[in-house]
């Protein structure tokens, strides 16, 4: 698939893809991966569902060693095999320069590519007799962390419908709307001292706690109580934050992640 001018001949991707398919779709051919669940996905974009993955070198070292801070294959090489790897930014470049791997040139391109393949297994011969000695671990990986991977992988590929029409502005407006008839006037419902100022001077409700500065607060757990107990403003600006919270961290920004071709959300 590698398209730049001057490209030698390849072989065509379909033909050779179909001559491994009895092999990736063999369950009774162990497969051992870095991180196998995202080439699965890969796979899966052209129609070739892998089966057989038993090993997954990523995992083996997570269990084996679940504190240290990396488990990518350049990380784990070097840790292990006491080797350095060809980085991806050699081959393709670095940011807006960087080339797509089809422009990458196949001289640069092959050796690239079969070293993965090379440090993958030599780190699966290295990290499993190491993990299988242990048996708690050992069991960890197999019966739980293995199993979980064709799962995750079809969870990831079916992804999370969005209703990208779903809008809480207009009740954010209603809510605010009938806090501020409550209070008598209109108020930031986003200023702790406006809110502080209606709550414990105007509208006289009980002090729950104070600031450190001696001042009464207005903290959720505050809101919580004095809704507890009847209060409705309280709740009124309870349920606002809620949703407030919610349309920043996912209504507004959601919709703008949804793959255009299946119309879901895609969790990696």
Not at 22 to 48: F, S, T
Not at 104 to 128: F, K, N
Request: aromatic fraction near 6%; glycine fraction near 6%.
């Amino acid at each position: 698939g590698h398209d730049y001018p001057g490209v030698q001949e390849q072989l065509d991707r379909d033909s050779v893809l179909e001559r491994l398919r009895p092999l990736l779709e063999n369950p009774d051919k162990p497969k051992v991966g870095q991180h196998i669940k995202y080439d699965m996905n890969v796979l899966a974009n052209y129609g070739i569902h892998v089966e057989g993955v038993t090993f997954d070198t990523m995992l083996e070292s997570y269990v084996y060693n679940s504190v240290a801070t990396r488990h990518d294959m350049d990380s784990l090489a070097r840790t292990y095999l006491d080797y350095t790897t060809i980085k991806f930014e050699e081959v393709a470049g670095k940011g807006a320069k960087q080339l797509t791997f089809d422009q990458v040139p196949l001289e640069q391109a092959a050796p690239y590519a079969a070293e993965d393949a090379d440090i993958t297994l030599r780190l699966h011969d290295h990290l499993w007799p190491l993990l299988k000695k242990q048996k708690g671990p050992a069991s960890v990986f197999t019966d739980i962390e293995m199993p979980l991977v064709p799962v995750l992988s079809r969870i990831e590929r079916t992804g999370v419908r969005i209703d990208s029409k779903m809008r809480m502005a207009e009740r954010l407006v209603e809510l605010e709307e009938q806090a501020c008839e409550i209070a008598g006037r209109p108020f930031n419902m986003a200023s702790p001292k406006q809110i502080g100022q209606i709550f414990f001077e105007e509208l006289n409700l009980p002090v729950i706690a104070k600031t450190p500065k001696g001042a009464p607060s207005t903290a959720e757990s505050v809101l919580q109580e004095l809704a507890d107990q009847g209060h409705e403003l309280p709740s009124l600006i309870l349920q606002h934050r809620g949703l407030a919270k919610l349309r920043s961290t996912y209504t507004d920004k959601l919709p703008t992640m949804i793959n255009p071709d299946t119309g879901r959300v895609h969790t990696s």
